[in-house]
């Protein structure tokens, strides 16, 4: 699949006629109840009615009970949830909390944009 990059709703979309994949930069730390109202207002229409969106995680280090619901909500926003993709996320014990609240089971995952790309293309 050929990725082409262009500007849509601060992102970046990569474009194929029936593939729109939308890249959302989280640009966090921290993820938590002090300002996950704030990520959320910035972020949740980049969601809405989407059917391909890749959240890049590459800075969050630390995630609450708060932040993981809003990842729960956002994913709830898009017209086909499963397509959700969280790109980034390296720090073992965020991935081990992933695994602990079963969350592993409701996102996928990806370590970087190379993958992301082969797991659209594999068909998400």
Known sequence: MKLSFAGLFGGRSVGEESLQLEFVELKVERLTAANVNSV???????????????????????????????????????????????????DPVLLELFSLTRMDQVFRFSANRQTTAKIFDDGV
Do not use: T, Y
């Not at 910035?42 to 995630?63: N, Q, T």
């Not at 009970?65 to 709830?76: A, F, Q, T």
């Open 40 to 90: 959320r207002a910035r972020i949740k229409d980049s969601f809405s009615g989407k059917k391909h969106v890749v959240l890049v995680c590459s800075e969050l280090k630390f995630i609450d009970s708060s932040g993981l619901g809003l990842l729960v909500g956002l994913r709830n926003r898009m017209l086909a949830p499963q397509r959700l993709v969280l790109e980034g996320i390296a």
